[in-house]
Structure formats: structure tokens, C-alpha cells
């Protein structure tokens, strides 16, 4: 395992900055090889969860985010394989009352998380419009 | 010398003239029924008689009927017309209608999807709402995409590529039916009870908006 730089090492984050969500649905990755969509599930976590995990992407080869997504696909119960990942910027991710904060982790110094910042009722639908919105303006990119 | 024989409201015509050239003969009006009312019955009635006097050559028929009736026997037989005409000249493919047979393809694959990543089983009846609303925005909009969820719904995904806008339709197994919209970062979405209200008005508008987003 290469070893991580430290927590502090990372700068603040920027509006250019790509963000990069995991895709570990096999769907959701030929759809986006074939038909160049990202579908909605890619942005779409279990009802109530408050925020999204993504990497930054630009602060490490594409080899070392992808060794961290296929050990974090791994682990997932049932365990799952990454494909790839739908990569948004922080400006875009943070729009619409969202906001996307580095949360750096010991065995991820990349994590980042995009808070959707839900109030009000129809909780769930909120959660699928954010999605939404996020998957339309991301676009794929394949493993390395 | 022969008299030309007339027509009624018509001019005398000079049974030897020649015939007008082919270009400028104007198209046979099939069901003449209208124009006739509005040359005779009218003017009959509006000259001669009196606003509350009887025209006693009103024999039940009302003029606004039969002109509609008309009107609509006139679009009966364009679209007749339009239909038995070959199809020279016209597009040899026509891609709005074209994505109805993939997008119906791709419906049937659902299953399988379903199956490969772990997610609940679509209902029947949920395929057969998909399938209903394909059909009715074949030739509409944009070609789709279709997919399952994680929460037992199926997804009629419309988006271009590369076109950071999209509008979505889900459909849930009890029947609800959702959509949601993200074009130039305004979302929108509408959730109703029974999925056969869709695609509603406002969902069309946003499909409209969506294909005419720039790459679209």
C-alpha cells in the first residue's frame, strides 16, 4: 500500500477543484461507457443520509484514488467492484444549498463530502432531486 | 346565340374556353358543404330577413354545425391524404420515432439489471406504465435511458450527452409516479399518487426545455 500523504497536507479546496464519485453499479457504468449518462443512483445514497462521499482528484494519480475506491468497494456489504467515477466540480457540487467540505480520513486523505443540507418535508424527494442534478452535470471518467 | 348556361351564384362560363393551366387550378374542395354556407345560406339570411324574423329556408340545419362538421370532414380527409401519399420526399429516418424500439428493448432488460446489482424486483405492472408513457413521448423529445433503482423503482432517464440538464420519471411499484427536473441548475419535481397522470403538462414543458438545451 502507497503510503498517504498527511492529514494537513492537502490544500483548501477551490471551485475548479474535480470532485469524484465512485461508481461501483455495474449499470450505472455501461450506461455511462455506452450511452454517456450518469444515472441517478450514482448520487443517490440510503434515505436520510445526510451527505455523499467523493475523493478529490486532483491531489493524487488516478492509479492511487483508484486503489482507495476498489479497497472501499470491497468492503461494502455485499462487496462490490469500482468501474469508475462520475467527477463533478466543487462549484457545481456546491450550488443549490449544498456544500461540499474536506473530510479527510486516516486511511483516505482525498475524502471529501458534499452536504446536501436538507430541510423541510419530503425529505426523500429532496435527496433524489439533489441526485439528479448532480448526476446531470457530472460526467464519467474510466478507471485507469 | 346560345345563351351560357349559369350556376347559381356563379358567373356565366364559356363552355369553349380553354381550361386554366394545371398550376393555377385550385385543389378540389372534397366537402364543399361550408363554403356554400357561407356564399348562400348567410348572406340569405342577414340581407332578406330581418334579425327576428323566421328564414324560412332554415330547415333545422344550424350553419355553425354544419361548418364544423365540415371543417372536421376536411381534416379527416388531409390526414387520409397524408397518409396514403408514398413516402417520397419524405426523411428516410426519423430519429424522435426511432428510440421508441431501443428504449422498449432496453424496458425488457430491466430484469437482468435488476438481478446483476442486487436490487428489488419491478412489478409488471410498473414495465407496463414504462412502456405506455415510451410510447406516448416517442417522436417527443429526446431519446431515454432506463434503469431500476435501489429503492424498487424504474427510471425513464431523458438526457443528451454531454448536456448538464436532465429530466427524469420514476415510476414505483405501488402505483406512485414522480418526476424531476435539473436544467441550467434549477431543479423541479412533482410527485403524484397515480402514475397514469403522467406525463402531465409541466413535465412535457420541461421535456421541451430539455431538448432544446443547446447540444441537446
Known amino acids: 500500500m502507497m503510503p498517504l500523504p498527511p492529514l494537513e497536507a492537502l490544500p483548501e479546496l477551490t471551485q475548479d477543484e474535480q470532485l469524484g464519485r465512485s461508481i461501483v453499479g455495474s449499470q450505472a457504468a455501461r450506461k455511462a461507457r455506452t450511452k454517456g449518462v450518469i444515472i441517478r443512483n450514482v448520487f443517490l445514497e440510503a434515505e436520510g443520509a445526510p451527505s455523499l462521499s467523493v475523493d478529490r482528484m486532483d491531489h493524487a494519480t488516478l492509479n492511487k484514488i483508484a486503489l482507495l475506491g476498489r479497497k472501499r468497494a470491497q468492503n461494502r456489504t455485499p462487496p462490490r467492484h469500482l468501474h469508475g467515477w462520475a467527477v463533478i466540480t466543487v462549484g457545481k457540487a456546491a450550488s443549490n444549498r449544498r456544500t461540499v467540505e474536506a473530510t479527510p480520513q486516516p486511511d483516505n486523505i482525498y475524502h471529501a463530502d458534499i452536504s446536501l443540507n436538507i430541510v423541510g418535508d419530503e425529505a426523500r424527494d429532496q435527496q433524489k432531486g439533489h441526485a439528479t442534478e448532480l448526476a446531470a452535470r457530472s460526467r464519467w471518467l474510466d478507471l485507469p | ?216
Open chain 2, 1 to 216: 346565340m346560345m345563351e351560357a348556361p349559369s350556376m347559381p351564384g356563379n358567373v356565366a362560363q364559356d363552355p369553349y374556353a380553354p381550361p386554366p393551366p394545371a398550376r393555377e387550378r385550385p385543389w378540389r374542395n372534397p366537402f364543399p358543404v361550408g363554403g356554400r354556407l357561407r356564399r348562400t345560406i348567410r348572406p340569405t339570411a342577414t340581407s332578406a330577413f330581418g334579425a327576428k324574423e323566421e328564414n324560412p329556408f332554415r330547415t333545422g340545419v344550424d350553419p355553425a354545425a354544419a361548418e364544423s362538421a365540415a371543417f372536421v370532414l376536411r381534416a379527416i380527409w388531409i390526414r387520409h391524404l397524408e397518409n396514403s401519399m408514398p413516402a417520397m420526399g419524405r426523411e428516410p429516418t426519423q430519429p424522435a420515432t426511432t428510440w421508441l424500439q431501443s428504449a422498449l428493448e432496453e424496458l425488457e432488460e430491466i430484469d437482468r439489471e435488476v438481478l446483476e446489482d442486487g436490487l428489488p424486483a419491478i412489478s409488471t405492472r410498473t414495465k407496463g406504465e414504462a412502456a405506455r408513457i415510451l410510447r406516448e413521448l416517442a417522436g417527443r423529445t429526446i431519446p431515454p435511458t432506463i434503469y431500476p433503482t435501489d429503492d424498487g423503482e424504474l427510471v425513464i432517464h431523458f438526457q443528451s450527452p454531454g448536456v448538464p440538464a436532465a429530466v427524469l420519471i420514476e415510476l414505483s411499484n405501488d402505483g406512485q409516479g414522480a418526476w424531476f427536473s435539473s436544467i441550467r441548475g434549477r431543479n423541479r419535481r412533482l410527485r403524484s399518487d397515480d402514475s397514469s397522470d403522467l406525463p402531465d403538462a409541466v413535465v412535457m414543458a420541461q421535456l421541451e426545455a430539455l431538448a432544446a438545451e443547446p447540444g441537446a
